[in-house]
């Protein structure tokens, strides 16, 4: 398989294909997919400032837009404590905010910081809904099932800050951020790996997501070092990072599965 037929594919992801919230395992894998989706909505908007895999960049942005009102929805239903109820009434007024951001115009440098600010308040509620879901199930796959998530999040944090600090927009702390994540992102893997719980179907699927993060690390590596941008790596850093999330929201699936 060709790496843009893998793109093809990953702008396709079947997440989220539940219709509604099973358990709370299942909560805890849908309230950090809406992290992720925060982060994805905006590296395809930003993807496309800069002219970037624009079909499939669309298509990323209007399938995860979608997929964020879904899981909204469903998790604000299944909330089972007020707190929870009140954490995603809050995501939902930021979430109304970001959209805006992300469709009420055309992507441009111009509203790029915007959008920034209106995609970290989003994420700081969702990961706020998903420490509250981690907590209510009370158990260590709990945990697992948040840090596999999060680390979807991570792999389209680094890549959105990659489109920013080329564009520039505030390329300093960008930069900054890129390196912060991949910190968490490795250390996060180890974790994964090394937990009791992990089988031998996670482990093969965390031994395709390392094949997955040297292609992206060495992609995101070009901003780090100073490297001017050019198209193949701002087109490498949408691929791979879709690849990466295509095999994390997996292992993801697999810890939330194991429900022990």
């Known amino acids: 398989m060709k790496r ?13 294909v539940n219709a509604q919230v099973s358990d709370l395992a299942d909560a805890i894998n849908k309230a950090g997919r809406q992290r992720m989706l925060s982060q994805r909505m905006g590296k395809a908007w930003l993807a496309m400032v ?18 964020f009102d879904r899981q909204l929805v469903e998790l604000k239903a299944f909330a089972p404590s007020p707190e929870i109820r009140e954490t995603y009434t809050a995501l939902d007024a930021a979430w109304s905010d970001y959209k805006t951001a992300l469709v009420g115009a055309t992507p441009s440098k111009a509203g790029a910081a915007a959008l920034l600010k209106a995609d970290a308040r989003v994420l700081a509620l969702a990961h706020q809904g ?10 260590p796959v ?8 999060r680390q979807r999040m991570l792999s389209q944090r680094m890549a959105k800050f990659y489109y920013a ?16 994540a991949r910190t ?4 996060a893997m180890t974790t994964l790996r090394d937990a009791p719980e992990a089988n031998a179907r996670i482990r093969d ?31 490498d850093v949408f691929v791979t990072s879709e690849n990466l999330l295509s095999v994390m929201d997996r292992v993801t699936e697999l810890y939330a599965n194991l429900k022990s």
Request: aromatic share 6%; glycine share 8%.
């Open 165 to 180: 600090a080329t564009l520039p927009v505030d390329a300093s702390m960008a930069i900054t951020e890129i390196g912060k």
């Open 130 to 139: 998903t420490q509250q879901y981690e907590a209510a199930m009370g158990r």
């Open 142 to 149: 709990g945990k697992l099932v948040n840090i596999a998530g």
């Open 184 to 187: 968490e992102f490795l250390a």
């Open 50 to 67: 800069h002219n970037t895999e624009g079909r499939s960049a669309q298509a990323v942005l209007d399938k995860s837009m979608a997929l």
């Open 4 to 16: 843009r037929d893998v793109l093809i594919l990953a702008g396709a992801l079947p997440l989220g």
């Open 205 to 235: 699927e965390l031994s395709l997501a390392d094949s997955q993060w040297f292609f992206f690390d060495q992609a995101l590596q070009r901003v780090q070092s100073g490297a001017a941008a050019s198209a193949k790596p701002m087109s």
